[in-house]
């Protein structure tokens, strides 16, 4: 491959257009960038490690497939937004079931191994991870569209580029994501409780 | 005041998406709304959380390998079947020049304008590859139908072998 810099230093759009000149090596750097991402999210859509699996592959066989149709705004944005068409079309007649004490990776771990508390004195990391649950399943039980947008964020997309993905103008995304906040602090309890408003 | 407006600045403030004058002035605003500090800092613990729990989640690492390799697999395949369209279009490109500009070439052009029934390609396709090449009428029979179909497949099913790239392959060829 005739990749010199370092490869943080290639941008996206850079080794897609390599990839699609036959450098294989190219299209290895863009998985390996961009596929935990794409894991996370379809780990927390779907709540299965084996169907993540197969979203992960399936959105790197569209992107392989229909790499000319990148028009070079966002890699990224464009990935997410193919993963979230697969999911869309995955959904249709079959409702996601989540538990927190599902395995999630090769190793037994469950949802509930990965909530944070590592470290923390006995008691404090059973209150947090208990308080981690109550946030992973009040997020599991916000709408498809603003559960996407929490994730979205969370994996550090701006607005622009979740309204993108999401195919909606960036007030909507932005009304989605308020929704999801206040939803949030309406499930979390008195401590998220909306303060009275200063006038 | 409106503290929706407010708080859907915050959100774009977060992200790093507000100019300087509407973060200042955003700013302002949270030094006299406890409600809006309060949302604000329920979005950062939000936040922070799920982060943490990305973070902890362990991506599998037979999965690039196994992408990669249903890439590749899919760049044999595509070889392939281009490598296949070449030699195809290299010798319904040579009974063309063979024919004569007389009525090879439109034949040619009118398949590449007409080409969407495999009917018609066969019927085309067994003019050009006619087997003795006298160049005179044959009836096309289930091999035509076959080489038709292929052709047709490989403009349907791959994308990034449009009819213009079948053309041009043809010119290179020809
Ligand atoms: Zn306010």
Redesign the interface.
């Known amino acids: 491959m005739s990749i010199e810099a370092s490869t943080d230093e290639i941008r996206d759009g850079e080794l897609l257009t390599r990839y699609q000149a036959g450098d294989s090596e190219a299209l290895a750097v863009l998985v390996e960038r961009h596929s935990p991402a794409l894991y996370r999210l379809a780990l927390t859509m779907t709540g299965q490690s084996a169907d993540a699996n197969d979203v992960v592959q399936e959105v790197w066989r569209r992107v392989v497939r229909k790499s000319g149709g990148f028009r070079g705004d966002s890699f990224r944005g464009w990935i997410f937004r193919i993963c979230r068409n697969h999911l869309i079309d995955r959904s249709r007649g079959r409702k996601p079931t989540v538990s927190l004490d599902e395995g999630v990776g090769d190793g037994g771990t469950t949802r509930l191994d990965l909530l944070p508390g590592h470290g923390l004195e006995p008691d404090a990391a059973a209150e947090r991870r208990e308080w981690c649950a109550q946030l992973a399943a009040a997020v599991d039980a916000l709408s498809p569209e603003q559960k996407e947008v929490f994730l979205l964020r969370a994996e550090g997309l701006d607005f622009k580029e979740i309204a993108r993905v999401q195919r909606v103008p960036l007030n909507t995304a932005l009304a989605r994501m308020h929704y999801a906040v206040g939803r949030l602090r309406k499930s979390l309890g008195a401590e998220f409780a909306t303060e009275r408003r200063g006038k | ?1 409106n ?2 407006q407010e ?2 600045r915050i ?2 403030n977060e ?3 507000l100019s300087p004058r509407e973060a200042a002035a955003l700013a302002a605003h949270l030094a ?5 500090r ?2 604000r800092d ?2 950062r ?3 922070t ?6 973070a ?5 690492a037979f ?2 390998a ?3 390799a ?3 697999q ?2 044999q395949a595509r070889r392939m079947r281009h490598q296949r369209a070449v030699r195809l279009l290299a010798r319904a490109a040579a009974i063309v020049m063979l024919l004569g500009a007389a009525g090879g070439a439109g034949v040619y052009g009118h398949w590449q304008r007409q080409a969407n029934r495999t009917a018609e390609v066969a019927g085309v396709l067994a003019v050009l590859i006619d087997e003795e090449g006298t160049g005179s009428p044959v009836v096309p029979g289930d091999h035509h139908h076959g080489l038709a179909h292929d052709l047709l497949q490989l403009e349907g099913l791959d ?2 072998l449009s009819s213009a790239d079948l053309l041009s392959l043809a010119d290179e060829k020809a």
């Open positions: 005041m503290c929706e708080e859907k959100l774009l992200a790093g998406e006299a709304c406890a409600g809006c309060s949302f329920a979005l613990r939000f936040d959380v799920a982060r943490t729990q990305q902890a989640v362990t991506f599998p999965l690039g196994r992408v990669l249903d890439a590749e899919y760049r994308e990034d």
